[in-house]
């Protein structure tokens, strides 16, 4: 799927075709609260010491005529969160020690299980939206067949993947140091997400699992 979805997001960057314009990406943009989940370190997934995974459900209008994962790339991009991609998510639990990660769905539905063995299990479809802190662990149980995820990142920031055991404590000394983003993926300079990470950090108002 990744080198189909590649070709194919060459082939629109260079005809136009199917993707959005600026002001369509501003118009399929929907208002909705953000849905906040803090997990514990486990021992082996460290998860965020302070911040909480960030969902918003169908946030994103995804009609027909364009393709879903153009209008996702192209609204990250315009918030500054780039570096993208088209796949699926791993099977296997893993996280990002130094970077902070989007995750938009495109197409499909998925069960994704984030915070590590003893996280939670939360059902994303298209046009649901993640935000993931550095540190925070995440792995496909199931989904559809045509599952599509686009993912991104922020501007600062080094992608490493992270799975083992003996990532651990390295990764306890990056992970707060990724600083707080700029933007939202979603939302740009007013977004929830920005407020979700400093107020909740500090009053910790965030739905406890793990």
């Given at each position: 799927m990744a080198v189909l979805e590649s070709l194919k997001k060459m082939a629109e960057k260079a005809t136009g075709m199917a993707r959005p314009s600026r002001s369509?990406?501003?118009?399929?943009?929907?208002?909705?609260?953000?849905?906040?989940?803090?997990?514990?370190?486990?021992?082996?997934?460290?998860?965020?010491?302070?911040w909480p995974l960030v969902l918003y459900r169908g946030a994103i209008s995804l009609p027909g005529n364009l393709d879903p994962a153009a209008i996702i790339e192209d609204l990250?991009?315009?918030?500054?969160w780039g570096d993208s991609w088209r796949n699926g998510i791993y099977d296997y639990v893993h996280y990002h020690s130094r970077i902070h990660e989007v995750l938009g769905i495109a197409r499909g539905t998925?069960?994704?299980?984030?915070g590590g063995n003893n996280g939670r299990t939360i059902?994303?479809?298209?046009?649901?939206?993640a935000i993931l802190p550095a540190g925070t662990g995440h792995q496909c149980l199931a989904a559809s067949t045509d599952f599509l995820v686009v993912g991104a990142y922020p501007p600062s920031?080094?992608?490493?993947e992270c799975t083992k055991s003996e990532d651990?404590?390295?990764?306890?000394?990056?992970?707060?140091?990724?600083?707080?983003?700029?933007?939202?993926p979603v939302y740009g300079t007013k977004g929830p997400l920005l407020s979700a990470w400093?107020?909740?950090s500090s009053r910790r108002k965030t739905r406890r699992a793990g």
């Open positions: 369509q990406v501003k118009e399929l943009v929907r208002s909705r609260k953000a849905n906040a989940f803090s997990f514990k370190d486990d021992g082996v997934i460290p998860n965020h010491p302070r990250f991009d315009e918030n500054g998925g069960a994704v299980r984030f059902q994303l479809k298209a046009g649901d939206v920031g080094t992608y490493d651990h404590a390295r990764a306890l000394k990056t992970i707060p140091r990724v600083g707080r983003p700029r933007k939202d400093e107020a909740l």
